[in-house]
């Protein structure tokens, strides 16, 4: 099912997601509702607390970060493994509508997680798929992309996300209406 995306600034976003304890129904809808979601607005990954889910859960298109087609890739509990070398990146969240920075990633990236069916994997990449891997887990661990961002840009991001979000209440609109809108 489709869900509504959480705008920064958010507590749930800004807080570390607890682990998921037990994989049972409700986590495979969670990662179902993940997968929609991100599939709808076409985004690179999706993590369970910008669906205002407070747990260790993401998605990643794997097939669309390495140009393969499409093939999501659920990592639950994830821990990282692995980091090597140092690139900037221009990046953008679906929690900061119409915001991109140039930030800091490292060049390499791996974790360990558990899949829907309950094992312990490794996946380790570079390219936009280890730069996704890295923004992913920063959202399951309460970090969004200002905080990567310069210090003095910082409030001018939370400025206009605080105006965005009052815009959308006084029109009555909901975040999938807003991505559809023409940036002004
Ligand atoms: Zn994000």
């Known amino acids: 099912m489709i869900q509504d995306i959480l705008i920064w600034p958010n507590k749930v976003l800004d807080n570390p997601a607890t682990p998921v304890v037990e994989i049972d129904d409700e986590i495979q809808a969670l990662a179902d509702d993940l997968i929609d979601t991100c599939e709808l607005i076409g985004g690179v990954g999706l993590a369970a607390p910008q669906i205002g889910v407070p747990l260790q859960v993401f998605v990643i298109d794997i097939g669309r970060a390495t140009g393969t087609g499409e093939k999501y890739e659920t990592f639950i509990n994830p821990v990282q493994v692995q980091a090597r070398g140092a690139v900037k990146m221009s990046e953008g969240c ?47 661990n309460g ?38 809108m023409p940036e002004e």
């Open 94 to 140: 679906l929690s900061l509508p119409g915001i991109r920075a140039k930030v800091d990633r490292y060049e390499e990236f791996g974790i360990e997680y558990t899949t829907l069916e309950g094992t312990r994997e490794n996946i380790s990449s570079d390219g936009v798929l280890g730069q996704a891997l890295q923004h992913e887990m920063d959202h399951v």
């Open 143 to 180: 970090k969004v992309l200002v905080e990567k961002m310069s210090r003095i840009k910082r409030p001018g991001v939370r400025q206009k996300m605080k105006i965005l979000k009052r815009r959308m209440k006084a029109a009555g609109l909901t975040y999938h209406d807003v991505i559809r």
